[in-house]
């Protein structure tokens, strides 16, 4: 009697596994576990065996049923996902058309992007972003700045001037006199962001760590010189700022913007409102600072150089300090012999220029959307 | 500066290569900006030659057929060199190139057939050396053109003679960027003490020391400087018995390395010893300076006068002006006259050498439009000390190259020599502004190769400056300057500063800006930069009336061109320009941004002259999406340029409403105020067509809004308001209204009415036409209720809806079906 529940139980296995439709699946719940068919018929007549049979051929006859009865189900259930599935594989979409509706993709000027790219990097460094006015004193632009009265910026061939009915500006100092008075009244485009060294100072107090951030002016016109341009000065003021610390500060500037493996150099120069004054150079990405490209061809960014000037910089002149007056609003103040920083300039079009390869200046203001687009 | 590096070796010389040179100068503050090869690129294959035999040519009158012996070394005996040049003769010395030899200009000399003879080289013109510019006939090597000057070589060459070795025809030449603040490094022997102090190479003695001149009254000529404020220091010194003529080849070849023309020896005297020196000179023939007398003086304002070139110059008096007796010869330190020019049968030259106040000189040369070699020197301020200098090398050429005599004595009028400053360094202060110590040894070591003097002191060294570095090193700290370029401030450790209490972080403002813009951006905007300067025509092409305020622009007094003569007083010009620009090359499909200052003039009396705000603009023109396969774009239009400035505000949490305005640029039916509050922001409208058109744009809108009054109306930080747990009820109202009645007041009408429980009113649907009749619109409101401590039914809402449809009802409004 096991023998043949056994021979019941792998018939029906193997039916249940070929079965192709629930149809057929329900004619095999009827074959094996309706109530005409054989199992249950037998489990119905186990009261009516040896006693010491009853146990086994209901223990085997029950568990067979179970068993048929969860594989029925199971295999049910696999044929309707499959249905399903067949149905959903039919409700086909070319997934290569695009999506709808589209859209728009903007994207900020390349010039915002490297601004923000290096104001984060120095926010990163402690600095903080202060900006001031492009229209400018002669004062915060030029004198402040430890530049002398007949120093050649000042031409009008040099300095754009604002034309101001108001004012009896004197065109330019005469040599040997004291600038008039009034020459401190004239209002230019500022030609660099270095006013606003001055403007921070007189606004807060040491230790000072700023950024500033702008729009700047000079009367070029050319593919390497636009009337407008844009710097990021950065100062740092405090008891004991070095020369070194300047070139640290550059050096991780100069691998955040153009990788890991940069170095810097630093040139002596000169600038007025530095003492002493550098150039700083840093070493071509183009080339890894060697000067010359894997197939011996001479590196075309830097020209062989190995090298590529990015700013100019130094340590704060002294004669700064005292063009910052001390008041409530800074106090202690900015004492030459207590405080010494740094500042650099650096232009935001050339590191753009340097970084993207953009070959002409004049493209960042021109707007041509396929410009704009590729940043 | 060119500095021809031959030249320079002469004083300083390095066992280094000029790529090293470059490095050195460049590491400490003199920038090689370039090196050029001047003459020769390969001294190979150019030799001395003699002239054994001249014949003429066969068959071409101007040829002739030289046979010319190139020394032993050749092996083959003499060389037949047919030359073209008139003066070439039997028992000359000459310079030959032989085949394979490579011109200046790169050409490589071949064996060549010359109307049927062959010809093994060629002989030389000076100018085919670039050491001159004679090329009428060939260079001729006696005794006299290679006997003077610092290369003496004594007698005639052999044939064979590497030509090198008696004719300067190859150097490399540096380029330098000399900063403004070393007009001590406008001379060759300048840059040589850079170079000493750069290197540790032995420098010569100062070139000047023996000086061939003697000192004391001058007879025969006289000099009255009636301005010594311009004119620190004029000396002169008269030569006898000149002989005009060409410079010997060694200095016509320095002046043509340096990038001078050779003119005769007398004026290449004066330009080599400035290029030497620094210091320019100017001689004059002294029997054409009328009454042997000059007169420096300022000029009259509005005086006239014809300079060299045959144009009148109109001066001024802070102009100087050196007179003869019969009136003006020269403007100081700019251009001599053609009256008292050295001439070929000059005999007698008097020597100036002056100083001149510098930026005197530099605004002349900026007003007369006059520069040369001299006036660049003068402008950087060159020092007293200089002018005996330049008197002392000049005086030895003119007996060397001229033949002269030079008279007893030297005019020197108005200067007192100056004592020298002394400047304490302390060891300490170097230190701290480099970071890294320099030792005591070192620093006096550096000093004392830029002819710095350092006595020890207690916390350093008192150091002397150089009267030549008088005007640059003034102070401790441009002594430290010098320590620390030739100590290599390449060779500082990178360290970071101690940023005490110094923590970066952008302003309230400045995140407001970036949000902005990046909210255009995400919209899918593309930023643009434009330019500050505009044209004055940009306000006639707004349509802006002779008195609106945004004609009070501030202007420029020397602005590139006129179309660059103001500073935008809005946006939308360069937004505007963008467009046509785009629309012309790219398609009628615009959506860009910019965000930049505007200026406005305030007045003379305010305390600022001008106003300038950030502001944030918009344009759309055409198509706000690209085409897409399923759906038919936006067009741009004021409800879509309103819906980018909703997303912009909504994002930033601004409370903001507008309100009906017209601006002349504007659509005067469509277009508004944007306000936050009492607060204007700016305005939002479809661009009048005609301004639109002026920019061959279709329909077109636009917004610009001032985003530091955005920043000051967008909340910091924003407090958490809590929602209840219970939904809200949503009900819509549709109602029929005249259509003059602003949505806005509708939607204000209905939130007075609704009550409490009434959380938000929505239009979501208008309609207009024949079922709702003519001059009257149906609004869809979405009507949102809610409480906050139990679900709402409709019949809990039913007498707030009723208190709205009776308000809308005094608003002439009906409801609809
Ligand atoms: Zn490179």
Known sequence: MIERIAELRGQAEAEIAAAGSAEALQELRVRYLGRKAELPQMLR??????????????????????????????????????????????????????????????????????????????????????????????????????????????????????????????????????????????LVLRTHTS????????????????????????????????????????????????????????????????????????????????????????????????????????????????????????????????????????????????????????????IAMLKHGVPDLRLYYENDLRFLEQF | MRVPLTWLREYCDPPLDVRAIEQRLTLTGTKVEAIHRHGVPDVEGFVVGHVLDVQPHPDADRLRVCTVDLGAAQGEGPATIVCGAPNVATGQTVAVAQPGAVMPDGTKLERAKLRGVVSEGMILAENELEIGTGGEGILVLDELTLDAGPRRCGAVPRPGTPLADVLP??????????????????????????????????????????????????????????????????????????????????????????????????????????????????????????????????????????????????????????????????????????????????????????????????????????????????????????????????????????????????????????????????????????????????????????????????????????????????????????????????????????????????????????????????????????????????????????DHAMRNVVRLENPLSDTQSIMRPTLLGSLLDAAQHNVARNGPDIAIFESGTVYRATGAHDERAADEHHG????????????????????????????LLTALLDQLHVDWSVQPRTWPFLHPGRSAVVLAGEQTLGFVGELHPLVAGAWDLQRTAAFAIDVGKLAAVAPEAIPFVAFPAVPSLRQDLAVILPDAVPAAQVIASARGAGGETLQDVSVFDVYAGEQVGEGRRSLALALSFRSADRTLTDEDVAPARERIVAALGELGGELRG
């Open chain 2, 169 to 546: 025809i190859a150097t490399d030449v540096l380029e330098l960027e000399i900063t403004p603040n070393r007009p001590d490094c406008l001379g060759v022997y300048g840059v040589a003490r850079e170079l000493h102090a750069a290197t540790g190479a032995t420098l010569a003695p100062e070139p000047w020391l023996a000086d061939p001149g003697s000192a004391g009254s001058v007879d025969g000529a006289q000099v009255v400087v009636e301005c010594p404020d311009l004119c620190p220091r004029f000396t002169a010194r008269v030569f006898e018995n000149v002989s005009i003529g060409p410079s010997p080849p060694w200095l016509k070849a320095r002046l043509m390395a340096a990038g001078q023309r050779p003119i005769n020896n007398v004026v290449d005297i004066t330009n080599y010893a400035m290029l030497l020196t620094g210091q320019p000179l100017h001689a004059f023939d002294l029997d054409r300076v009328a009454g042997a007398k000059l007169t420096v003086r300022r000029a009259r304002d509005g005086e006239q006068l014809q300079t060299l070139d045959g144009q009148a110059r109109e001066l001024d008096s802070e102009m100087v002006v050196i007179d003869d007796a019969d009136g003006p010869t020269s403007i100081a330190g700019l251009m001599g006259g053609a009256r008292s020019e050295v001439a070929p049968d000059t005999t007698r030259v008097l020597l100036e050498v002056a100083t001149w106040d510098g930026p005197g000189i530099h605004r002349a040369s900026w007003r007369l439009g006059l520069r040369s070699e001299a006036s660049s020197r003068f402008e950087k301020g060159l020092q007293p000390e200089q002018c005996m200098h330049a008197q002392a090398v000049a005086t030895r050429l003119m007996i060397d190259c001229c033949g002269a005599q030079p008279a007893a004595g030297t005019i020197d009028v108005a200067w007192e020599p100056a004592a020298p400053q002394v400047l304490r360094l302390r060891e300490a202060r170097v230190r701290a502004i480099l970071g890294v110590p320099v030792a005591m040894q070192r620093q006096t070591e550096i000093l004392r190769a830029l002819d710095f003097a350092g006595e020890p002191a207690p916390d350093g060294l008192d150091v002397t400056v150089p009267p030549l570095r008088r005007d640059d090193v003034t102070r401790e700290v441009d002594l430290i300057e010098e320590v620390a370029r030739i100590d290599g401030v390449d060779r500082l450790p990178a360290t970071l500063p101690a940023r005490r209490g110094a923590a970066g972080m952008l302003t309230h403002a400045q995140r407001v800006r970036r949000a902005a813009e990046d909210a255009m951006a995400a919209r899918g905007l593309h930023e643009i930069v434009g330019w500050s300067f505009a044209e004055p025509g940009l306000l006639d092409r707004l349509l802006l009336a002779g």
């Open chain 1, 45 to 186: 007549g186990v009261a009516r065996l040896a006693p010491e049979l009853r146990g086994a051929v209901g223990k085997a006859a029950n568990q067979a049923r179970q068993a048929l009865d969860a594989l029925i189900e199971q295999r049910s259930s696999q044929l309707g996902g499959e249905e399903l599935h067949e149905r959903l594989r039919a409700d086909r979409v070319d997934v290569t058309l695009p999506g709808a509706p589209a859209q728009p993709v903007g994207r900020l000027h390349l010039l915002t992007t490297m601004r923000r790219e290096l104001e984060d990097i120095f926010l990163g460094l402690g600095f903080t972003v202060m900006e001031g006015p492009e229209i400018e004193s002669v004062h915060y632009n030029f004198d402040a700045l430890n530049h002398s009265p007949t120093h050649p910026a000042r031409a009008r061939t040099d300095t754009f001037y604002i034309a101001r009915p108001d004012l009896l500006a004197p065109s330019e100092p005469r040599p040997g006199q004291p600038p008039s008075p009034l020459a401190a009244e004239e």
């Open chain 1, 195 to 350: 006013p606003m060294q001055v403007r921070a100072m007189e606004a807060h107090p040491p230790p000072l760590y700023v950024v500033i951030p702008g729009r700047v002016y000079r009367p070029d016109s050319d593919a390497t010189h636009t009337p407008q341009f844009h710097q990021i000065e950065g100062l740092a003021v405090d008891e004991d700022i070095t020369l070194a610390d300047l070139k640290g500060t550059l050096l991780m500037f100069a691998r955040a913007v153009f990788g890991d493996r940069r170095d810097v150099r630093l040139r002596p120069h000169f600038f007025p409102f530095t003492e002493p004054s550098v150039e700083v150079d840093v070493s071509c990405f183009h080339c890894a600072g060697s000067g010359f490209l894997r197939d011996g061809a001479r590196c075309p960014l830097c020209k062989g150089e190995g090298w590529l000037e990015v700013l100019g910089a130094g340590e704060v002149d002294p004669n700064v300090y005292s063009h910052v007056p001390t008041s409530e609003a800074n106090a202690p103040g900015y004492d030459p012999e207590k405080v010494q920083g740094f500042a650099w300039g650096m232009g935001v079009e050339r």
């Open chain 2, 616 to 643: 944030l603009g918009v344009l759309v023109s055409g198509s706000l999406a690209p085409r897409s396969w399923r759906a038919a774009p936006a067009q741009a239009d004021f409800f879509a340029v309103k819906a």
